[in-house]
């Protein structure tokens, strides 16, 4: 048991975390707008919860003008695909252990 609980990654720990890599494991980007209107998050709680991803680099952002308007996208990297892979395999198996 102790082995699948090594596997659960602190960075997924929050419901906004998870929702954002769940959101682009199954799409190839999304902007922030979209991200923060699927995951019901206001500006400041979505950007501090992308910086965090960033930063651990399992997810990369490209920001770019459409127009005159900024507009930032957000990617799932190879690592965080696989990071949030083995998180949510882990959770599998914690609970079918039940």
Not at 62 to 71: A, D, L, T, V
């Given at each position: 048991?102790?082995?699948?609980?090594?596997?659960?990654?602190k960075?997924?720990?929050?419901?906004?975390r998870?929702?954002?890599?769940?959101v682009?494991?199954?799409n190839?980007?999304?902007d922030?707008?979209?991200?923060?209107?699927?995951?019901?998050?206001?500006d400041g709680?979505?950007?501090?919860?992308?910086k965090?991803?960033?930063?651990?680099?399992?997810?990369?952002?490209e920001?770019q003008f459409?127009g005159?308007?900024?507009?930032t996208?957000y990617?799932?990297?190879?690592?965080?695909?696989k990071?949030?892979?083995?998180h949510i395999?882990?959770?599998?198996?914690?609970?079918?252990?039940?």
């Amino acid at each position: 048991m102790k082995n699948i609980i090594l596997n659960i990654n602190k960075a997924f720990d929050h419901r906004i975390r998870l929702g954002i890599m769940s959101v682009l494991m199954v799409n190839e980007h999304a902007d922030f707008n979209t991200l923060k209107e699927l995951l019901g998050a206001t500006d400041g709680n979505l950007a501090s919860h992308t910086k965090a991803l960033e930063k651990v680099e399992f997810i990369r952002v490209e920001k770019q003008f459409i127009g005159r308007k900024p507009n930032t996208k957000y990617i799932a990297t190879k690592l965080g695909k696989k990071e949030f892979k083995k998180h949510i395999d882990a959770l599998e198996k914690l609970i079918k252990n039940k």
